[in-house]
């Protein structure tokens, strides 16, 4: 794998990039050889954060950990992002998206029936046409942390979603 670490508010020192490469490198076994893995360390106060981003055909594997030691986070991601492989493994093999970035290994590995997706409850509610700020709003009142709604200037279904630090996010489709 090609690994491109850098830092934001944090120098990248030899022993954190070879820290963050020792980690990471458990998840060959997962991926092609040319996978390219890119990961951002940031320091925000007391916060370490890594972050890592492994773009593959079709999809891409994120994860991002936040503690008070840096060392301590890239033990963390690491855990992540492998639950995220064995989670998504079956969706991504089956659709053959993104089949030729993953090892020929761990495709033929069998999953466990703690690894399939379970979908336990399904809803169907009529979209009404309102502004962004509306659908905000209404996200506000029922409490939720995204919000599905017909964008009354466009006409397309877009969603909008709480981000940190009291923000919102907005979702549109592109064609």
């Known amino acids: 794998m ?8 944090i120098e990248v020192t030899d022993g954190l990039r070879e820290a963050v490469v020792d980690k990471l490198s458990k998840l060959e076994r997962y ?8 990961v951002t360390l940031s320091v925000e106060k007391e916060r370490q954060r890594i972050e890592v981003t492994i773009p593959i055909k079709g ?14 986070s890239i033990d963390l991601v690491e855990a992540v992002l492998e639950r995220q ?3 998504y493994k079956n969706k991504l093999v ?15 590995e069998e999953v466990g029936a703690e690894d399939e997706i379970k979908i336990v409850r399904s809803k169907r509610f009529a ?4 502004d962004i700020e509306e659908a905000c709003v209404q996200m506000e009142l029922l409490g ?4 599905v709604f ?22 549109e489709p592109e064609y």
């Open 59 to 72: 999809t891409i594997i994120r994860a991002e950990q936040v503690s008070s030691d840096m060392y301590a």
């Open 31 to 38: 991926f092609a050889p040319d996978t390219e893995v890119n």
């Open 94 to 108: 089956d659709k053959k998206q993104s089949a030729t970035a993953l090892s020929q290994m761990f495709i033929e």
């Open 85 to 87: 492989l064995r989670r």
């Open 150 to 171: 017909r964008n009354a200037e466009t006409d397309e279904v877009n969603v909008v979603y709480k981000r940190k630090g009291n923000t919102y996010g907005l979702i």
């Open 144 to 147: 939720h942390d995204f919000f």
């Open 2 to 9: 090609n690994y491109t670490v850098s830092g934001k508010n």
């Open 127 to 130: 979209i009404k046409p309102m």
